[in-house]
Structures are given as C-alpha cells and as structure tokens.
C-alpha cells in the first residue's frame, strides 16, 4: 500500500537473507482486520506496507544459521515477533 485507500499489486525485489532468515515462497495469505483497518487509515501505519502477515508456504531458501527449517518446507507462518530461545517463546 502506498497510503491508506490506495492499494496496488506491485513486484517486489527480492532482498538479500540474513544469517537467521528464511524466505518464504507464500501459497497462501489472509487479511485480518488489522489490515482492513490500515487500509481504511484508522490504525497508525509506516508507508509504504504491504499488507497480508498471515500466511503459508514453502522455504525457498534459508540463512546459514537456519537449523530448523530445510528448502521444500511447507510451513505457516506466525506473525508474531518472538526469539524463539527463551522459556516463554519455546513453551507450548
């Protein structure tokens, strides 16, 4: 999205992975009402954004310091930030 109310389908360039990412090729992708709420410029956002965090797919490559994950994955994704090491993010 440029601005609120003013969406488009754009090509993105593929950026460079850092050592702990993974990229992600999406199949498929929700909107949530946070996202109709940017859309709608009721809800702060930064432009330009795009919109759409809930999603799944398969890795199409990952950092050296991927472990976890290998390439032809099929994972979903959560958009939640979290470190992934301590107590609280590892607990199920």
Same mark, same amino acid.
């Given at each position: 999205m440029k601005s609120a109310r003013k969406? #488009? &389908?754009v090509d993105i360039v593929e950026s460079a992975i850092g050592t702990g990412d993974v990229l992600v090729r999406v199949a498929y992708c929700g909107i949530c009402g946070t996202d109709l709420h940017i859309y709608d410029g009721e809800f702060p #956002?930064?432009?330009p954004l795009v919109l759409g965090h809930e999603f799944s797919g398969v890795v199409e490559r990952?950092? =050296?310091g991927v472990k976890s994950? =290998? &390439?032809g994955e099929y &994972? #979903? &994704?959560d958009p939640n930030i979290s470190c992934g090491t301590? $107590? $609280?993010c590892?607990?199920?």
């Open positions: 969406a #488009a &389908v #956002a930064k432009f990952t950092g =050296k994950l =290998k &390439v &994972v #979903a &994704v301590c $107590y $609280y590892r607990r199920e």
